[in-house]
């Protein structure tokens, strides 16, 4: 099994939908980030947790929300969907010794 | 603002060239600086890594060269391969552990 497990893979929503994108992590990590990658702008951090008690926006937040449910589960959501969040999504966990492990991404697209 | 800048935004080798990729930074208070590597369909993996008190690290084919004075660092891959086509992400953050600052990213491909 894979370290980080991103579900789905692929989806396509219509606008205005409410979608939930889920991640989860073997790594024992208390550290998860979700990240949207656009081309030619690279990644960008949305949400950040350090621990479970603990979500910080990152530097595009808007129109997003994320639940830490467990130390190994962070989703994103997007409660009503737009166009515009029509990207790739990573879920990935660091910790200090290893640094980032990325889940293979979510491909998101929105019609 | 774009606090970490990479340029080019693609690059075609020839096997067995020299690729050069390069990332410019803001905040000298940065302090650990990844390299990542991602195939499609596949999410970055780190490549290699440098922290601002050595200025070259070398990891077999690959090389990070940093100036802390010119807040720069780049990535060299020698004698690339057709392999090495992927797409490749400098990065920054304050600590190993912290959110990562990506640049744009650089399309890499290598010719045989």
């Known amino acids: 099994d894979a370290d980080v497990t991103q579900t789905p893979r692929n989806r396509i929503t219509k606008t205005g939908k409410r979608i939930m994108l889920e991640c989860s992590q073997t790594k024992g990590h208390d550290r998860m980030y979700w990240y949207r990658q656009d081309p030619g702008l690279g990644l960008r951090l949305i949400y950040y947790s350090f621990d479970v008690k603990d979500i910080n926006k990152g530097e595009i937040s808007d129109g997003y929300s994320v639940s830490r449910q467990a130390q190994a589960k962070f989703s994103l959501s997007l409660e009503s969907a737009i166009p515009n969040q029509t990207a790739l999504y990573f879920c990935a966990t660091s910790d200090w010794e290893l640094g980032y492990t990325f889940g293979s991404g979510t491909r998101l697209t929105v019609v | 603002q774009q606090q970490v800048k990479q340029s080019p935004q693609s690059l075609i080798v020839q096997k067995g060239g020299i690729s050069i990729i390069n990332c410019a930074y803001e905040?000298?208070?940065?302090?650990?600086f990844p390299w990542y590597q991602q195939f499609p369909g596949k999410g970055p993996a780190l490549l290699i890594a440098i922290r601002p008190d050595v200025s070259e690290k070398k990891e077999g084919r690959f090389t990070i060269s940093f100036n802390k004075s010119a807040k720069q660092f780049s990535l060299h891959i020698m004698d690339s391969q057709p392999g090495d086509s992927a797409t490749y992400f400098c990065?920054?953050?304050?600590?190993?552990?912290?959110?990562?600052?990506f640049g744009q990213g650089t399309e890499l491909s290598v010719k045989p």
């Open positions: 990065a920054a953050s304050y600590n190993q552990g912290g959110k990562l600052i």
């Open positions: 905040n000298t208070a940065f302090d650990y």
